[in-house]
DNA sequence: AAAGGCTTGCAATGGTATTGCATTTTAAGC
DNA sequence: GCTTAAAATGCAATACCATTGCAAGCCTTT
């Protein structure tokens, strides 16, 4: 992804392309798997960490990335769908978490299926987990 | 329930019917929601919160509770389906969490539906949480 | 060049989970 | 019942992660 792409896309959801949000942008762009704060500090190391904090903070506010907690024990981060905007997340997929490799993945082609609620039970959103073997290492 | 039920559940579950578990395993029998760690520490003060956090962890080992993580940054729990025992749990209902009352409930009788993975990814575990607003809210 | 607003970096705080260890309680054998 | 071993409890301490406060730096506008 060129610089302006990346520049593009920040400004499409209100952010200010700032060096470290973009590099932290692209970081996202390049790994299919979701990633902990952790682990995005490790890879930007020595950035500091609390920005790198604000920088997926700003990003999930703005419909950027949304968070994904896996039971890990820290929440990761992945990408929005193009659909996602300032306004409004619409990240209805399943997320896979793999207990051999403990990536998690969005399988953004995968929806969640419809859901069954007792009577008078408002749905407002739903998450829904996979825990299992990812195809690389169920090979 | 009597205290001989209690105490036999707990055996059941190869638990040591202590008089600290029989009073937990009440509790959470009274309650039709899931009650996160804190919780049961205000309901049980001055019990110790290290005792309850142990009461809880060999509950969820030997399959007589399970945990949810609804997002509220501390785990909650809930008793098991009679269908759990200590080698494996089989928990695999809705998880419900309502934004207003910020209580958590298993929606037993509501089985999450089949789920469609991409090639080569093996599911062993599923979690579903639905937010939005509960019965008695929406009321 | 000056001023204002946003971003960054560092320090500090807060909440929750978890472990170590000494003491108490429980269960078992005699 | 008494003794002893194992398990549970209570307290202190640690560790981890999220989050906030504040001062310094950068960028834009005038």
Redesign the pocket.
């Known amino acids: 992804m060129t610089n302006e792409a990346l520049e593009q896309r920040l400004l499409k959801h209100q952010?200010?392309p700032?060096?470290?949000?973009m590099l932290v942008l692209n970081h996202l762009n390049k790994t299919s798997a979701a990633i902990?704060?952790?682990a995005l500090y490790d890879d930007f190391y020595p950035?500091?960490?609390?920005?790198l904090?604000?920088?997926l903070?700003?990003f999930e506010e703005k419909g950027l990335v949304h968070s994904i907690d896996d039971g890990s024990?820290?929440?990761k981060f992945a990408l929005c769908e193009a659909a996602c905007d300032v306004k409004e997340h619409n990240d209805s997929h399943i997320h896979f978490h793999c207990e051999k490799c403990n990536k998690t993945y969005c399988l953004q082609k995968f929806d969640i299926p419809d859901i069954h609620l007792p009577k008078r039970f408002i749905q407002k959103e739903v998450n829904l987990l996979v825990n299992g073997i990812c195809d690389q290492c169920a090979a």
């Open positions: 952010i200010k700032t060096a470290m949000r902990s704060l952790k950035a500091d960490r609390i920005t904090y604000r920088t903070k700003i024990g820290a929440p």
